[in-house]
């Protein structure tokens, strides 16, 4: 019995009038975890109800703690008939079960109903005491911690990335279990809801299982997802990066260690470092044979032969694609035999984040996806028939995207019988199934990753579509080679000494292709990085991952989107799913080329956060494409987009090509001057001739670019030598052309990406607001032509951006970060458009005078990446020299480091006095512009701070959300992004991960479906908000709406809509508080561990 | 292609001012675009009539699902629902409970009934506020009113901490529900001169000074005892002559004015008559001195003589009660007195 869950019911307010007589309501409230129930007592005549009840005592298992959720049901007494139900709050424990994350859930609570919405609030307070268990084979995996944010987060380092952890569960979905045949609504949302939070938990226990087997203690880049399968069921399955972590003793720690002892204290299942023998091992010490048991899925079970290698040859090697031309190839192969050595062991080499610790990406190969259309086909239709008992069957129907040569379907013919047992149930049988499909998937990618030379995949997701029994399934990422340090030992120092050994900056590295030259796996482009000359660059890259921090890029980055519908015949079952996968090849070539032409239309070479969306519906298929546009220093100037006609012999066609051909240049002239792209010249010579190549083909690996395939009218031959060729042979060409110049520009002031950082601006001032918007139309039904549509979507996105950039206009200048699209299909001539974003301001004086040299610049993004970096030169700046070496945190160093080139043996020890001049010397000059006052005693010795660190954090808490003026709701910011602008993270609380139903039948009342869909999107955020509160945090990171399902049905005046959000819950302190701490800080008695910071001006 | 759904909903709630005011003022979503178009805001931001269209609906649906909170406000700054900074709560409810000059002086006194609520078609087509703005503010009158009415304590510290108003607003509520309480009346032709501001600032001495149930009949005797009136204007024409330039008309006039004035103070006992409060003031000292041209300067005078004198009237006993009269009332008339 190793967990004691205590729960205290506070007060309520606001509560609904229950009781038309009286206007009053005799509340009491139900507290429930697993099986047992616990009641307060009613407390009469009241809205604001106070049962300061006794502590409820609940002794569960923990594996019970990580699955349930703790349910509170608010109910109006009635003495002559049953009890009202007022409505619920389900709070997940979760964060309470790692041991530094929250220590108590305490806070006001909105009470939720999934047919009236929030009814008032009620207080609560949440306590565990878990008690420790050493059972090596205990099925919970509390202290795993979980995290959205898809890079290291802030104040965590990697100490290894161990890779890929999925799993999924299925059952059914209790929204189809009608009890004689009468649904009532609330009991079906409440189930459902009941359920997901089931299965989240138990989805979270599995995967952290897992984690624990391979040893890492986190999981990074958690992403779960809900596939409502209709009558099939329900399955809930997420994927995500394990991580070894360790908490770095952050600059913000440095408070007095003298307030109470704090809870967090208890840190220790966690900075205990699961393989002892990572920290002895330097450069020169021989690996530790590689004796985890990694992931228990089936084929995991080899052993790697290679598993013992001796990676002291690693530094020499290291990311040696600077180093040296001549050498690069054995070095590179060198590399790969040693990633693959690490990698191997791998069933799936595969990566969730999107960014990375410095040097852990070497190369980038390009984007890699697959899909695969299958079907839900039920033989019998059980609906009716009841919940017990019944025999079902599926068929599964294959199509492979990726073997698109074939056109044939296949069917593998295999069927599976199963049982209904009972309603919540696992169905054994099934998770089997979903899983193979996956498998499937993720081993096409695995092999297109091969094929680039690559042996991971970085940035890596996984989606699907589902469309009455059809069901697409999509993953995709980003082909990469790389660092092999982080995968299996090797603590960040040695990482850090290993590349100390090179002497070239790597800027460029992740540019230069990983696969060789002479026997690509496609056509391709290749010239000498504009960079280091030294190494070959494709003409243009895509990847779906974040501009690695220390790229050279040029001007500012942008939006680019492709969309693009397909009609489709409504067809059933297989008709349907031929249908579909004849239609996706298709769909996906042109998706490609329309984010080709549009990105060269905006003068850039390169596109980072590439998410290819295909979304099945009736009778059609919609395609969106987001990426964030950049121009990299190291890739070559982009050709233009060069328009030939077929027939070149009629005058006035001739004319019109020549005055589209005009205003297509104007327009990537213009896009080079918004954008501010202005590469330097570069003569010919220098980089040497590009290798000639027959074809232009994309970096975007799909089944049909390697087969040799019918689309061969891209003939380079036409013009110059480098540039796109777009033929306008019929109406269609045409059609595209005029739509690629109709994207209009943000207005003066705006940027957007759908990245996390804007490549370009790096003075975020601190002002962001979220928001979801949502737009649904109705086609009309007369004019359904590809065309038609297609104008109709690309109408739909264009003015949802026009509708957002006004509604910001109050911010500007600003960014939309982290754009987020999303398409669904809810009915016959439906389409629905979902945007998350965030808008965050920025400082344009800065922005105008962002230094040109790329080490400038590099530096300065790197400073506003890394918020350690920020202060630390600051701080030197501040004292103009430093007059002793402070010895700064290990990524001051580790950067540092990166850009100078002084041995290793003396970077170990002391700090580079020369780099940090030059680094001050461009500070100095930043600050000089900026006027800004120098932030003072931000330097502390490492020591201090990780002593200081809990107690820091605590009182961090209580600063950083002040109760406002006259408000008791403290402020908590929401964003898509893993930082806060002027921000600094100073404690992960633990994921946040709801799901809520909400149902109407009074549709016109409630304002209609614009009505009800805004008035539950804030009532989600709102409950979100309150969930961070009570776990004492003040903002939630990598927010996400994974899923927002509307449907609606206006003749019986009802709609029902379904959403699930994610993120993780911080505490966050503002820079400018930070200031003032640590100006404080001499009047505390704790000033002798803080005296360095204190630089005299 | 028709929008069937169209919302944004950001995690700081946005608050445009410009369509606040435009939805306060009662314009239905067409109006209001119409409305913004003709501001130039296309023009400024090069945005176009749907994208208008589109941002104004969601403000307006933003606006009527924070209504249900500006009727309570304290429910304002504790709700979970909508995160919006202290400043822009503090405005929200500010400007929610604003009311139009032109509006108050139609319902000022009157009983805050449905009966009046009917009226306000009315109220509407004669003053060119939209109805549903007219209803807005009647029902915040009104809701004020029923909160404020039985309870006890300072009625401005009261209207401030239930309804979260500023200083300024919450004393123009108090005066709003004094009015409706007392039912004065305040629609009179001869009254239409004067301004809600006179009201409200009669109504602040009354509410500040005044006690109901003084026994005001016992001033009485200042006009009904022949010999104590006589004496009351000699002292007082003594002290002026030379000092007034309306002398003679004041000379002529002081039975008149005092009787007026005495006699207001004696209807006061009469909650029937109360209403007629400032018909009185007005058709009995304000008209006078009207028509005989009293700059205002010698209103002052006359009215700080008048009160002073009865202080050496020995034959009068009620010194202290006389000053409260006084006090407030030449407050009162020297704000009336204005053309």
Same mark, same amino acid.
């Given at each position: 019995?190793?967990?004691?869950?205590?729960?205290?019911?506070?007060?309520?307010?606001?509560?609904?009038?229950?009781? #038309?007589?009286?206007?009053?309501?005799?509340?009491?409230?139900?507290?429930?975890?697993?099986?047992?129930?616990?009641?307060?007592?009613?407390?009469?005549?009241?809205?604001?109800?106070?049962?300061?009840?006794?502590?409820?005592?609940?002794?569960?298992?923990?594996?019970?703690?990580?699955?349930?959720?703790?349910?509170?049901?608010?109910?109006?007494?009635?003495?002559?008939?049953?009890?009202?139900?007022?409505?619920?709050?389900?709070?997940?424990?979760?964060?309470?079960?790692?041991?530094?994350?929250?220590?108590?859930?305490?806070?006001?609570?909105?009470?939720?109903?999934?047919?009236?919405?929030?009814?008032?609030?009620?207080?609560?307070?949440?306590?565990?005491?878990?008690?420790?268990?050493?059972?090596?084979?205990?099925?919970?995996?509390?202290?795993?911690?979980?995290?959205?944010?898809?890079?290291?987060?802030?104040?965590? @380092?990697?100490?290894?990335?161990?890779?890929?952890?999925?799993?999924?569960?299925?059952?059914?979905?209790?929204?189809?279990?009608?009890?004689? @045949?009468?649904?009532?609504? @609330?009991?079906?949302?409440?189930? #459902?809801?009941?359920?997901?939070?089931?299965?989240?938990?138990?989805?979270?226990?599995?995967?952290?299982?897992?984690?624990?087997?391979?040893?890492?203690?986190?999981?990074?880049?958690?992403?779960?997802?809900?596939?409502?399968?209709?009558?099939?069921?329900?399955?809930?399955?997420?994927?995500?990066?394990?991580?070894?972590?360790?908490?770095?003793?952050?600059?913000?720690?440095?408070?007095?260690?003298?307030?109470?002892? !704090?809870?967090?204290?208890?840190?220790?299942?966690?900075?205990?470092?699961?393989?002892?023998?990572?920290?002895?091992?330097?450069?020169?010490?021989?690996?530790?044979?590689?004796?985890?048991?990694?992931?228990?899925?089936?084929?995991?079970?080899?052993?790697?032969?290679?598993?013992?290698?001796?990676? =002291?040859?690693?530094?020499?090697?290291?990311?040696? =694609?600077?180093?040296?031309?001549?050498?690069?190839?054995?070095?590179?192969?060198?590399?790969?035999?040693?990633?693959?050595?690490?990698?191997?062991?791998?069933?799936?080499?595969?990566?969730?984040?999107?960014?990375?610790?410095?040097?852990?990406?070497?190369?980038?190969?390009?984007?890699?996806?697959?899909?695969?259309?299958?079907?839900?086909?039920?033989?019998?239709?059980?609906?009716?028939?009841?919940?017990?008992?019944?025999?079902?069957?599926? +068929?599964?129907?294959?199509?492979?995207?990726?073997?698109?040569?074939?056109?044939?379907?296949?069917?593998?013919?295999?069927?599976?019988?199963?049982?209904?047992?009972?309603?919540?149930?696992?169905?054994?049988?099934?998770?089997?199934?979903?899983?193979?499909?996956?498998?499937?998937?993720?081993?096409?990618?695995?092999?297109? &990753?091969?094929?680039?030379?690559?042996?991971?995949?970085?940035?890596?997701?996984?989606?699907?579509?589902?469309?009455?029994?059809?069901?697409?399934?999509?993953?995709?990422?980003?082909?990469?080679?790389?660092?092999?340090?982080?995968?299996?030992?090797?603590?960040?120092?040695?990482?850090?000494?290993?590349?100390?050994?090179?002497?070239?900056?790597?800027?460029?590295?992740?540019?230069?292709?990983?696969?060789?030259? *002479?026997?690509?796996?496609?056509?391709?482009?290749?010239?000498?990085?504009?960079?280091?000359?030294?190494?070959?660059?494709?003409?243009?890259?895509?990847?779906?991952?974040?501009?690695?921090?220390?790229?050279?890029?040029?001007?500012?980055?942008?939006?680019?989107? &492709?969309?693009?519908?397909?009609?489709?015949?409504?067809?059933?079952?297989?008709?349907?799913?031929?249908?579909?996968?004849?239609?996706?090849?298709?769909?996906?070539?042109?998706?490609?080329?329309?984010?080709?032409?549009?990105?060269?239309?905006?003068?850039?070479?390169?596109?980072?956060?590439?998410?290819?969306?295909?979304?099945?519906?009736?009778?059609?298929?919609?395609?969106? &494409?987001?990426?964030?546009?950049?121009?990299?220093?190291?890739?070559?100037?982009?050709?233009?987009?060069?328009?030939?006609?077929?027939?070149?012999?009629?005058?006035?066609?001739?004319?019109?090509?020549?005055?589209?051909?005009?205003?297509?240049?104007?327009?990537?002239?213009?896009?080079?001057?918004?954008?501010?792209?202005?590469?330097?010249?570069?003569?010919?010579?220098?980089?040497?001739?590009?290798?000639?190549?027959?074809?232009?083909?994309?970096?975007?690996?799909?089944?049909?670019?390697?087969?040799?395939?019918?689309?061969?009218?891209?003939?380079?031959?036409?013009?110059?030598?480098?540039?796109?060729? *777009?033929?306008?042979?019929?109406?269609?060409?045409?059609?595209?052309?005029?739509?690629?110049?109709?994207?209009?520009?943000?207005?003066?002031?705006?940027?957007?990406? /759908?990245?996390?950082?804007?490549?370009?601006?790096?003075?975020?001032?601190?002002?962001?607001?979220?928001?979801?918007?949502?737009?649904?139309?109705?086609?009309?039904?007369?004019?359904?032509? /590809?065309?038609?549509?297609? +104008?109709?979507?690309?109408?739909?996105?264009?003015?949802?951006?026009?509708?957002?950039?006004?509604?910001?206009?109050?911010?500007?200048?600003?960014?939309?970060?982290?754009?987020?699209?999303?398409?669904?299909?809810?009915?016959?001539?439906?389409?629905?458009?979902?945007?998350?974003?965030?808008?965050?301001?920025?400082?344009?004086?800065?922005?105008?005078?962002?230094?040109?040299?790329?080490?400038?610049?590099?530096?300065?993004?790197?400073?506003?990446?890394?918020?350690?970096?920020?202060?630390?030169?600051?701080?030197?700046?501040?004292?103009?020299?430093?007059?002793?070496?402070?010895?700064?945190?290990?990524?001051?160093?580790?950067?540092?480091?990166? /850009?100078?080139?002084?041995?290793?043996?003396?970077?170990?020890? !002391?700090?580079?006095?020369?780099?940090?001049?030059?680094?001050?010397?461009?500070?100095?000059?930043?600050?000089?512009?900026?006027?800004?006052?120098?932030?003072?005693?931000?330097?502390?010795?490492?020591?201090?701070?990780?002593?200081?660190?809990?107690?820091?954090?605590?009182?961090?808490?209580?600063?950083?959300?002040?109760?406002?003026?006259?408000?008791?709701?403290?402020?908590?910011?929401?964003?898509?992004?893993?930082?806060?602008?002027?921000?600094?993270?100073?404690?992960?609380?633990?994921?946040?991960?709801?799901?809520?139903? #909400?149902?109407?039948?009074?549709?016109?009342?409630?304002?209609?479906?614009?009505?009800?869909?805004?008035?539950?999107?804030?009532?989600?955020?709102?409950?979100?908000? &309150?969930?961070?509160?009570?776990?004492?945090? /003040?903002?939630?990171?990598?927010?996400?709406?994974?899923?927002?399902?509307?449907?609606?049905?206006?003749?019986?005046?009802?709609?029902?809509?379904?959403?699930?959000?994610?993120?993780?819950?911080?505490?966050?302190?503002?820079?400018?508080?930070?200031?003032?701490?640590?100006?404080?800080?001499?009047?505390?008695?704790?000033?002798?561990?803080?005296?360095?910071?204190?630089?005299?001006? | 292609?028709?929008?069937?759904?169209?919302?944004?909903?950001?995690?700081?709630?946005?608050?445009?001012? $410009?369509?606040?005011?435009?939805?306060?003022?009662?314009?239905?979503?067409?109006?209001?675009?119409?409305?913004?178009?003709?501001?130039?805001?296309?023009?400024?931001?090069?945005?176009?009539?749907?994208? %208008?269209?589109? $941002?104004?609906?969601?403000?307006?649906?933003?606006?009527?699902?924070?209504?249900?909170?500006?009727?309570?406000?304290?429910?304002?700054?504790?709700?979970?629902?909508?995160?919006?900074?202290?400043?822009?709560?503090?405005?929200?409810?500010?400007?929610?409970?604003?009311?139009?000059?032109?509006?108050?002086?139609?319902?000022?006194?009157?009983?805050?009934?449905?009966?009046?609520?009917?009226?306000? $078609?009315?109220?509407?087509?004669?003053?060119?506020?939209?109805?549903?703005?007219?209803?807005?503010?009647?029902?915040?009158?009104?809701?004020?009113?029923?909160?404020?009415?039985?309870?006890?304590?300072? %009625?401005?510290?009261?209207?401030?901490?239930?309804?979260?108003?500023?200083?300024?607003?919450?004393?123009?509520?108090?005066?709003?529900?004094?009015?409706?309480?007392?039912?004065?009346?305040?629609?009179?032709?001869?009254?239409?001169?004067?301004?809600?501001?006179?009201?409200?600032?009669?109504?602040?001495?009354?509410?500040?000074?005044?006690?109901?149930?003084?026994?005001?009949?016992?001033?009485?005797?200042?006009?009904? $005892?022949?010999?104590?009136?006589?004496?009351?204007?000699?002292?007082?024409?003594?002290?002026?002559?030379?000092?007034?330039?309306?002398?003679?008309?004041?000379?002529?006039?002081?039975?008149?004015?005092?009787?007026?004035?005495?006699?207001?103070?004696?209807?006061?006992?009469?909650?029937?008559?109360?209403?007629?409060?400032?018909?009185?003031?007005?058709?009995?000292?304000?008209?006078?001195?009207?028509?005989?041209?009293?700059?205002?300067?010698?209103?002052?005078?006359?009215?700080?003589?008048?009160?002073?004198?009865?202080?050496?009237?020995?034959?009068?006993?009620?010194?202290?009660?006389?000053?409260?009269?006084?006090?407030?009332?030449?407050?009162?008339?020297?704000?009336?007195?204005?053309?």
């Amino acid at each position: 019995m190793p967990g004691k869950l205590k729960v205290k019911i506070v007060a309520g307010r606001h509560l609904p009038v229950m009781d #038309r007589a009286s206007d009053l309501t005799d509340a009491f409230v139900e507290v429930k975890f697993g099986n047992t129930t616990f009641k307060t007592d009613v407390y009469l005549k009241s809205l604001n109800p106070q049962w300061n009840s006794e502590w409820f005592k609940f002794e569960v298992d923990d594996e019970d703690l990580q699955d349930e959720p703790l349910q509170i049901t608010v109910l109006d007494h009635d003495t002559y008939s049953a009890n009202d139900a007022i409505g619920k709050v389900y709070i997940d424990i979760d964060p309470l079960l790692y041991s530094e994350a929250a220590t108590v859930i305490s806070g006001w609570f909105p009470i939720y109903d999934t047919i009236h919405g929030i009814r008032g609030e009620i207080n609560v307070v949440v306590k565990v005491d878990l008690f420790n268990d050493l059972n090596r084979f205990r099925q919970s995996s509390c202290g795993v911690k979980f995290f959205c944010t898809t890079s290291i987060p802030k104040c965590y @380092r990697a100490v290894i990335i161990h890779g890929f952890v999925e799993e999924l569960v299925v059952n059914e979905d209790p929204e189809y279990q009608w009890i004689d @045949r009468i649904r009532t609504p @609330r009991a079906s949302n409440e189930a #459902r809801q009941r359920l997901i939070s089931l299965m989240s938990g138990e989805l979270q226990r599995k995967i952290g299982l897992k984690v624990l087997e391979m040893r890492g203690n986190a999981v990074v880049g958690y992403l779960q997802c809900f596939d409502l399968e209709g009558e099939s069921g329900l399955v809930v399955r997420a994927i995500g990066t394990a991580c070894t972590l360790d908490k770095l003793s952050s600059p913000a720690a440095f408070l007095p260690a003298c307030n109470s002892p !704090s809870k967090e204290m208890k840190e220790i299942p966690f900075n205990e470092d699961p393989n002892p023998n990572t920290h002895s091992s330097g450069p020169s010490t021989p690996l530790k044979n590689q004796t985890y048991s990694f992931s228990p899925s089936k084929s995991y079970s080899r052993q790697s032969s290679s598993s013992d290698t001796d990676l =002291s040859l690693t530094p020499k090697t290291g990311m040696g =694609s600077g180093s040296a031309g001549k050498e690069g190839g054995p070095f590179k192969a060198l590399l790969r035999q040693q990633t693959q050595s690490a990698l191997e062991q791998r069933e799936f080499p595969f990566f969730t984040l999107t960014a990375f610790p410095p040097g852990f990406l070497v190369h980038v190969g390009g984007v890699v996806s697959a899909r695969s259309v299958k079907l839900l086909d039920r033989i019998h239709n059980p609906a009716f028939v009841g919940i017990m008992g019944n025999t079902r069957s599926y +068929k599964l129907l294959d199509w492979n995207s990726f073997n698109s040569g074939v056109q044939d379907v296949s069917f593998d013919g295999k069927f599976i019988f199963f049982k209904r047992l009972a309603v919540g149930m696992l169905l054994s049988d099934e998770p089997e199934t979903r899983d193979a499909w996956w498998a499937e998937i993720r081993q096409e990618i695995k092999s297109h &990753a091969k094929a680039l030379g690559c042996h991971a995949v970085v940035g890596y997701s996984e989606s699907t579509s589902i469309c009455e029994e059809v069901c697409i399934l999509s993953a995709s990422g980003t082909a990469a080679v790389l660092n092999p340090r982080f995968l299996q030992d090797g603590t960040v120092e040695g990482c850090l000494e290993q590349r100390l050994e090179e002497n070239l900056p790597t800027r460029c590295g992740f540019c230069h292709i990983p696969y060789d030259e *002479l026997n690509m796996p496609f056509p391709a482009h290749l010239t000498y990085c504009y960079n280091c000359r030294k190494q070959k660059v494709p003409d243009v890259l895509f990847t779906t991952i974040d501009l690695p921090t220390d790229a050279t890029v040029i001007g500012k980055g942008c939006l680019i989107q &492709a969309r693009l519908c397909r009609l489709k015949k409504k067809a059933q079952a297989e008709a349907n799913a031929t249908a579909i996968s004849n239609l996706l090849p298709f769909m996906e070539y042109e998706v490609h080329t329309q984010l080709m032409n549009k990105l060269k239309l905006k003068g850039m070479n390169a596109l980072f956060g590439l998410r290819i969306q295909i979304t099945v519906g009736e009778n059609m298929l919609m395609g969106l &494409a987001s990426a964030t546009g950049v121009y990299l220093a190291a890739l070559p100037t982009p050709g233009g987009i060069q328009i030939a006609g077929k027939t070149p012999n009629d005058g006035s066609y001739e004319q019109h090509i020549s005055h589209m051909q005009k205003k297509i240049n104007d327009t990537i002239a213009k896009n080079k001057e918004l954008y501010e792209i202005n590469p330097p010249e570069i003569s010919e010579e220098i980089i040497g001739s590009p290798i000639p190549e027959p074809r232009q083909r994309s970096r975007l690996l799909r089944s049909q670019s390697e087969s040799s395939d019918e689309v061969t009218e891209l003939d380079l031959s036409h013009g110059k030598k480098d540039a796109f060729v *777009l033929e306008i042979d019929d109406t269609d060409a045409m059609e595209d052309v005029h739509s690629l110049l109709t994207d209009v520009p943000p207005p003066s002031g705006f940027y957007s990406c /759908n990245t996390e950082i804007m490549p370009g601006i790096n003075n975020w001032t601190s002002e962001i607001q979220m928001f979801t918007s949502v737009r649904v139309i109705r086609l009309s039904s007369l004019n359904l032509t /590809n065309q038609a549509l297609n +104008k109709n979507f690309n109408d739909l996105c264009e003015n949802l951006l026009k509708s957002l950039y006004f509604k910001l206009r109050s911010m500007i200048p600003c960014c939309l970060c982290h754009v987020n699209f999303t398409v669904s299909l809810p009915e016959d001539e439906l389409i629905q458009v979902t945007v998350t974003a965030v808008a965050i301001t920025f400082d344009k004086n800065q922005a105008l005078q962002t230094t040109k040299t790329p080490v400038e610049k590099s530096l300065q993004r790197a400073s506003t990446d890394n918020e350690e970096l920020l202060q630390f030169p600051l701080e030197l700046c501040s004292d103009s020299l430093p007059s002793h070496p402070f010895p700064p945190a290990k990524e001051h160093l580790e950067s540092a480091s990166s /850009n100078s080139g002084i041995p290793a043996a003396q970077r170990a020890t !002391s700090v580079d006095y020369s780099s940090f001049a030059d680094r001050c010397s461009s500070w100095i000059e930043l600050i000089k512009l900026k006027a800004q006052t120098i932030r003072r005693g931000s330097i502390k010795t490492t020591m201090t701070v990780e002593k200081a660190s809990p107690v820091g954090d605590g009182n961090f808490r209580n600063r950083s959300a002040p109760p406002c003026a006259n408000s008791t709701v403290g402020v908590v910011k929401m964003t898509p992004l893993s930082f806060i602008p002027g921000a600094k993270i100073t404690k992960y609380l633990g994921i946040i991960n709801m799901f809520f139903i #909400r149902e109407t039948t009074s549709l016109r009342e409630e304002g209609g479906v614009s009505g009800f869909l805004h008035a539950f999107i804030a009532e989600v955020f709102a409950m979100v908000r &309150a969930h961070v509160a009570a776990l004492g945090g /003040n903002a939630v990171v990598s927010y996400i709406m994974k899923q927002c399902v509307f449907m609606e049905n206006p003749n019986k005046n009802q709609a029902q809509c379904l959403i699930n959000v994610s993120g993780d819950a911080v505490v966050f302190v503002r820079e400018s508080d930070l200031e003032v701490v640590s100006s404080q800080q001499p009047t505390t008695n704790c000033q002798s561990s803080c005296t360095e910071g204190e630089v005299t001006t | 292609m028709t929008s069937e759904l169209d919302i944004f909903v950001g995690n700081t709630t946005l608050i445009d001012e $410009d369509v606040y005011r435009l939805w306060l003022d009662g314009y239905s979503v067409t109006d209001a675009v119409a409305l913004r178009v003709r501001s130039g805001i296309l023009e400024q931001t090069g945005a176009t009539a749907a994208v %208008l269209q589109s $941002d104004t609906m969601d403000h307006y649906r933003t606006f009527h699902m924070l209504e249900r909170l500006l009727h309570a406000p304290p429910k304002l700054l504790h709700q979970l629902i909508f995160q919006i900074p202290p400043s822009r709560q503090a405005l929200l409810i500010e400007r929610y409970y604003a009311f139009d000059e032109a509006f108050v002086r139609e319902v000022l006194g009157k009983k805050l009934s449905k009966g009046t609520k009917k009226d306000l $078609d009315d109220i509407s087509t004669k003053t060119g506020i939209t109805l549903k703005s007219c209803r807005r503010q009647f029902d915040n009158f009104k809701r004020v009113f029923k909160v404020v009415e039985e309870m006890r304590g300072s %009625l401005v510290d009261n209207i401030q901490q239930h309804f979260l108003l500023s200083d300024r607003l919450a004393r123009d509520y108090a005066a709003i529900v004094f009015f409706a309480n007392n039912r004065f009346e305040t629609g009179k032709k001869k009254l239409q001169y004067l301004s809600f501001g006179d009201f409200a600032f009669c109504a602040e001495l009354m509410i500040q000074n005044w006690t109901l149930g003084a026994d005001l009949k016992e001033l009485k005797v200042l006009v009904a $005892d022949k010999d104590l009136l006589d004496l009351h204007k000699s002292l007082v024409c003594t002290a002026l002559r030379g000092k007034l330039g309306v002398f003679s008309e004041m000379e002529a006039n002081f039975k008149n004015l005092s009787r007026g004035l005495v006699n207001v103070a004696a209807k006061l006992t009469h909650n029937k008559d109360v209403r007629d409060l400032f018909v009185d003031l007005v058709e009995k000292f304000v008209e006078p001195c009207r028509s005989d041209h009293w700059p205002l300067s010698d209103v002052r005078f006359f009215l700080n003589q008048y009160s002073a004198s009865v202080h050496s009237l020995d034959g009068f006993r009620h010194q202290a009660l006389w000053d409260r009269y006084m006090g407030t009332l030449r407050g009162c008339l020297l704000r009336l007195y204005h053309d």
